[in-house]
């Protein structure tokens, strides 16, 4: 009986040792820590791995972002970093060297697995921003430069940035000289003319176009402002800008409110206050303001001397072939009491003539001059240009075309007024112009009606000095080498003075008994000539149309034609340019000179022949040559 029982104690105890486990033997735990940079996340975000059993993680950046590096116990197992020169979006990552490391197809996320666990272990993901590449290509016939903001290009051809995703960037084109921009191709947000900006958010290719552009300069003379329309040029100084080649730009002239516009000069068309430039080569145009009210100017006439001979300039210009312009020949000698070295015949090309041609129905023929301008806007642009203010002193009733742009007027009553004025600026040391009859005055034999202007650089009691370039194209007393202070007595003078007055009475030529002009200006500093550049660029300007008004002048009347006057001003233009340098152009405007100065012996038929077959081409070339 005890047997058994001790029998069934045994096999209850070797039961209760199979079903309870040996102490010892239970699975261990591991933990593996998990650490994500900013730009994206790591998941699950950290857990405990039983040992033996595998663990994957999945490493996914944000969007804008890529891996950029994987770390495994602090040792990098992958690193996709290319370097701030090279675009990197995490498309085009290295092939994972690692076996536990896995990419997700084409996608930027990874997935790493810890396999067969046997201790913790720690996963470190770093995530950089995408980059793109920016590429910026030059088109057109012009060049020029493309700059951002924030930097990285800055180039004129063919060229990339790198940029951080979403960012913006700001492009700016600037055109070379010769050169002006000329518009954006692609994704762009345009800003201004020459900027614009676009947010990155994949590779792009911007284009910046660049045409051919040629040179507007606008002279401003007066008070008053220019605007353009494409808009970009607002003067009220003188400016410049490039402008597309070929392209057409409207300028609209708006004086103050003190001033009145006053005309335009280099315009391929114009009417009022509106001036059109075709862009087909540089060009220069000028624009005049002048006042509405004209102040008095102040002359004192207290205690003149009994008599006052101005000092003779160092160089009296010679007329130099000029005629019929006695306005301008006289201005000439008038400006070297001023300006020692002035020429007569840059005192033509400051008036606008040289190379210009238009044509007058009025006069039925091709003229010399700019179109519609006669002699007081030549005589006004010729001042204009040598940066000098005029004074007009009248009497009376003269027509108020003379006293548009005038610096100030000085109004005299009577002859004996209009001489002590005279007198008063001749002791200031300043010589005057004088309106004159040539009928009135001693040793010609001219009917009345004889305009002329000369200068006065003196007087006595007795009669008062009259100073010119030598006066070979009328019958003078004296030597015309010597026609310097020549005498004239006071009695035919004042009547020669008072007669001119009434030429052209009621017209818009009226300049009123005893008429004067004289400049504000006493010292050569005060000027302000224009730069011999801008002059030449204002004779292409002037003469842009010549070919035009040739062709469309041969159907038209051609009689009133001043052959020999054109053939003056183009000679004395080719002086003006020989004396600068351009010895083939100058070249060129002799032969004008000739051609057109043959066309006074030809029948009409003959001179349109000549015009379309001779001369046209050369006017043609000779504007290139300078």
Not at 20 to 49: D, F, N, R
Not at 95 to 104: F, G, K, Q, V
Not at 221 to 233: D, N
Request: proline share 6%; aromatic share 10%; glycine share 8%.
């Amino acid at each position: 009986m005890n047997t058994k029982k001790t029998l069934l104690c045994v096999l209850f105890v070797f039961g209760l040792l199979l079903i309870v486990p040996e102490h010892g033997t239970t699975a261990e735990s591991y933990s593996i820590s998990i650490l994500a940079g900013p730009g994206g996340k790591v998941t699950p975000a950290g857990s405990s791995v039983n040992e033996g059993n595998d663990k994957t993680f999945s490493i996914k950046p944000n969007k804008g972002f890529h891996v950029a590096e994987i770390k495994v116990d602090g040792v990098t197992i992958f690193e996709d970093r290319k370097g701030p020169s090279t675009p990197n979006d995490g498309t085009a990552p290295p092939s994972p060297t690692d076996p536990n490391l896995e990419r997700s197809g084409t996608s930027k996320i990874y997935k790493y697995t810890f396999r067969s666990v046997q201790q913790g272990h720690n996963l470190e993901a770093l995530f950089e921003t995408d980059t793109f590449a920016l590429h910026i290509i030059k088109n057109g016939q012009g060049t020029g430069v493309v700059e951002s903001i924030p930097g990285g290009i800055s180039c004129g051809d063919a060229c990339v940035g790198i940029f951080p995703y979403n960012s913006n960037v700001t492009l700016t084109a600037t055109g070379d000289e010769g050169s002006v921009f000329d518009g954006w191709t692609g994704k762009c947000k345009k800003g201004a003319a020459s900027s614009c900006t676009m947010n990155i958010k994949k590779a792009s290719s911007i284009t910046a176009s660049f045409a051919r552009a040629f040179k507007l300069s606008i002279s401003v003379s007066g008070s008053g402002m220019v605007s353009s329309s494409p808009k970009g040029l607002v003067c009220e100084e003188s400016c410049s800008q490039q402008i597309k080649e070929n392209s057409v730009v409207k300028l609209k002239a708006k004086a103050s409110t003190d001033s009145a516009f006053f005309g335009w000069t280099g315009c391929t068309a114009s009417s009022g206050g509106s001036c059109t430039v075709s862009m087909a080569e540089d060009r220069f145009v000028e624009v005049a303001f002048v006042a509405k009210d004209v102040l008095p100017y102040n002359l004192d006439t207290n205690n003149l001397p009994q008599s006052l001979i101005l000092p003779v300039p160092s160089k009296i210009p010679q007329r130099n072939g000029a005629y019929v312009h006695c306005y301008l020949e006289s201005y000439a000698v008038q400006m070297a009491y001023l300006v020692p070295d002035v020429t007569m015949e840059e005192v033509f090309a400051f008036a606008g003539l040289g190379s210009v041609l238009s044509y007058s129905s009025y006069d039925k023929g091709l003229l010399h001059s700019p179109p519609n301008n006669w002699t007081w806007p030549l005589h006004a642009r010729a001042m204009r240009n040598y940066g000098v203010h005029f004074v007009i002193g009248h009497s009376p009733g003269i027509s108020r075309e003379y006293l548009k742009g005038a610096f100030g007027e000085v109004t005299h009553t009577s002859g004996e007024e209009a001489l002590q004025n005279l007198k008063a600026v001749i002791r200031s040391g300043r010589p005057v112009a004088v309106h004159i009859d040539l009928a009135y005055m001693p040793g010609y034999s001219f009917p009345p009606g004889a305009s002329h202007f000369i200068l006065i650089t003196g007087y006595d009691a007795d009669g008062v000095y009259w100073t010119d370039p030598e006066p070979d194209y009328i019958d003078v007393p004296v030597d015309p080498s010597e026609y310097v202070n020549v005498k004239i007595p006071i009695a035919d003078f004042m009547l020669a003075w008072e007669e001119a007055g009434k030429i052209g009475k009621g017209a818009f030529i009226y300049c009123a008994p005893y008429f004067m002009l004289f400049l504000h200006e006493t010292d050569v500093s005060q000027t302000n000539k224009i730069a011999v550049d801008d002059m030449l660029l204002l004779q292409k300007s002037i003469s842009q149309n010549n070919v035009s008004v040739i062709e469309s002048s041969l159907g038209r009347a051609f009689s009133g034609t001043p052959w020999d006057r054109i053939a003056m001003t183009r000679s004395l233009f080719a002086d003006y340019l020989r004396g600068y340098g351009y010895i083939e152009a100058a070249s060129k405007y002799d032969l004008l000179a000739e051609e057109y100065n043959e066309c006074r012996w030809l029948t009409e038929d003959d001179q349109k022949t000549r015009l379309n077959s001779v001369i046209k081409p050369v006017e043609l070339e000779a504007r290139t040559l300078f």
